[in-house]
């Protein structure tokens, strides 16, 4: 008999997980999606050019809250949940609301659905949104160049657009980003990556993604989303983790995943978090993955000009996972606001625009930061209003890119950089060296 099966994700590892597992598999019949996390994704099709034989009209892509009835109305006999950064009770949640329905609840494991390179895979993932994976994978596309080796990045996707057209993106340049009308988030990950002269990959179609990057370098690097695991099997799987979160985790699925697969486990932010609460890291990795590689590192707050922010009143604007579904309370910005004397930080919230106002309802623990929201050109506009009608004498933006290219911001704006700094020895490229296949 066919069973059929509805995919829980996020515009992510859910098509991954049906074009390496369901897909052309005749035991399956996949009747749908559901969506979270991100605004707007669903209402959509998974189109039938992506979708196989078995499905020319597509697959319908329904919200999150449907998932009961849509159990009950299909006679959906399994539910794989294929979605990252969600607390272990949570997940738990969704699996008794399914099992209640009337269907198995399944998580396929990480391997199985890991496709093999011909090329030596660095993995970059970590145990939690926001703990630093992307400045990570650029000090190892870094290390790579210095060692001699062609590098090439391939990004977890963010697929907000025409899932047709976005099946295999390869960006060189901005006119890149531009082309592909790249939404913030994807920007925050793409153009960083671009400005170093390194290509980077991101779409739907892993296979295909793979095969493309496999042309044209020696060592591919696995750039990760949220704290989800890697798409292509590494040969060196490297686990960021955030001190400022510490005991997350054990508590977050599938970021434990990551941290009992992790060869090299980097204590990220070491120069901003407390002692104890970094020795409260180390003690859970050498407890739970004793083989792991520990490297401390720092996450450097690099701003344009210091002096300019000292007695200032300024926005904060922040990257928006890390705000969002990553339960972050500061970043970047806040860190520089307060190590180069700020007079203090203005709140947005009495003048959000649009999108932004349901976003701090969803997400009440924001506080007085601005999450740099982004994930449609509506967003983006409303980004736009909310800092413009915000009173400040100075917008921080901690955000990846330069969000001045993106958006007219009236008050005068500093980028806030933050950037990968071993902390100690052993460094990041001593452990990579030893254990990167020659």
């Not at 996020?10 to 996390?37: E, L």
Request: hydrophobic share 40%.
């Amino acid at each position: 008999m066919v069973e059929k099966v509805i995919i829980m994700g996020a515009a992510g590892r859910d098509f991954h997980n049906f074009n390496v597992y369901f897909r052309d598999n005749h035991r399956y019949q996949v009747v749908g999606f559901t969506a979270t996390q991100i605004p707007n994704i669903d209402g959509r099709c998974y189109p039938a050019a992506l979708s196989g034989t078995l499905y020319p009209e597509g697959i319908p892509i329904y919200p999150d809250r449907e998932l009961a009835d849509l159990i009950r109305r299909h006679g959906a006999d399994l539910v794989a949940f294929s979605y990252s950064d969600v607390p272990h009770t949570e997940v738990m949640h969704k699996a008794s609301i399914v099992t209640a329905a009337g269907a198995d609840f399944i998580i396929i494991g990480a391997p199985y659905t890991m496709l093999q390179s011909t090329r030596p895979i660095v993995s970059v993932c970590a145990v939690r949104t926001g703990c630093g994976k992307s400045q990570t994978s650029r000090q190892v596309l870094r290390i790579l160049r210095e060692m001699g080796k062609r590098a090439v990045s391939v990004r977890h996707p963010m697929p907000y657009g025409d899932l047709a057209e976005q099946a295999v993106q390869r960006f060189a340049s901005h006119a890149d980003l531009d082309r592909h009308r790249c939404t913030i988030e994807e920007r925050e990950e793409y153009e960083p990556v671009v400005d170093m002269g390194v290509v980077i990959y991101a779409g739907i179609d892993y296979e295909k993604i793979l095969r493309q990057a496999e042309t044209e370098a020696d060592v591919i690097v696995w750039d990760g989303g949220n704290n989800d695991t890697p798409f292509y099997k590494p040969d060196v799987h490297i686990v960021v983790f955030d001190p400022h979160r510490a005991g997350h985790e054990t508590l977050y699925h599938p970021g434990e995943t990551n941290m009992l697969m992790a060869d090299i486990a980097i204590i990220n932010k070491v120069d901003s978090a407390e002692p104890e609460k970094v020795e409260q890291v180390r003690r859970t990795i050498e407890r739970h993955n004793p083989s792991a590689a520990i490297i401390l590192a720092d996450s450097a707050v690099i701003p344009e000009d210091p002096d300019a922010i000292r007695g200032k009143q300024v926005l904060v604007v922040e990257d928006g996972p890390t705000l969002t579904h990553g339960e972050m309370s500061f970043g970047a910005g806040v860190i520089a606001a307060r190590r180069f004397g700020a007079k203090g930080m203005v709140d947005p919230r009495p003048f959000l625009e649009g999108s932004l106002v349901k976003t701090f309802e969803d997400y009440p623990g924001i506080g007085t930061l601005l999450p740099a929201m982004g994930y449609s050109a509506a967003q983006v506009r409303d980004l736009e209003a909310t800092i413009n009608r915000t009173p400040c004498d100075l917008v921080l933006s901690a955000t990846p890119i330069d969000l001045a290219r993106i958006i007219t911001v009236r008050h005068p704006i500093q980028r806030i950089r933050y950037e990968y700094q071993d902390n100690s020895r052993p460094t990041l490229a001593e452990v990579l060296r030893a254990r990167l296949p020659a």
